[in-house]
C-alpha cells in the first residue's frame, strides 16, 4: 500500500486456517505479507506456545526465514 502507513497484522501462525478455543484465527506469513499487503506480522502463541527455550528461538527463526520469503516475494510482484 503506497499511502505512507506500516501495516502490522496479528494472528500469524504456520498453521494457516487455524482457530483456537477462544474464536482467534490465524492465517501464514505468506498470506498477510502477500495476500493483505501487511509489512510486518505479529505472533504470539506460535512463538510462545512452544515447550522450551530452544523450541521458542527456533520456531522465531523460522518465522523470520518465512515472513522474509514472503516479502521478497512481494515485492518482485
Same mark, same amino acid.
Given at each position: 500500500?503506497?499511502?505512507?502507513? @506500516?501495516?502490522?497484522? %496479528?494472528? /500469524?501462525?504456520?498453521?494457516?486456517?487455524?482457530?483456537?478455543?477462544?474464536?482467534?484465527?490465524?492465517?501464514? %506469513?505468506?498470506? /498477510?505479507?502477500?495476500? !493483505? !499487503?501487511?509489512?510486518?506480522?505479529? /505472533?504470539?502463541?506460535?512463538?510462545?506456545?512452544? %515447550?522450551? +527455550?530452544?523450541?521458542?528461538? +527456533?520456531?522465531?527463526?523460522?518465522?523470520?526465514? @518465512?515472513?522474509?520469503?514472503?516479502?521478497?516475494? !512481494?515485492?518482485?510482484?
Amino acid at each position: 500500500k503506497a499511502d505512507g502507513f @506500516l501495516y502490522f497484522t %496479528p494472528g /500469524v501462525h504456520l498453521q494457516q486456517d487455524k482457530t483456537d478455543n477462544l474464536g482467534q484465527h490465524y492465517n501464514s %506469513p505468506e498470506y /498477510v505479507i502477500i495476500e !493483505k !499487503k501487511t509489512d510486518a506480522i505479529i /505472533v504470539g502463541t506460535g512463538i510462545c506456545g512452544q %515447550p522450551t +527455550d530452544e523450541a521458542k528461538l +527456533d520456531t522465531a527463526k523460522l518465522y523470520r526465514k @518465512l515472513a522474509w520469503e514472503a516479502y521478497e516475494k !512481494k515485492i518482485h510482484q
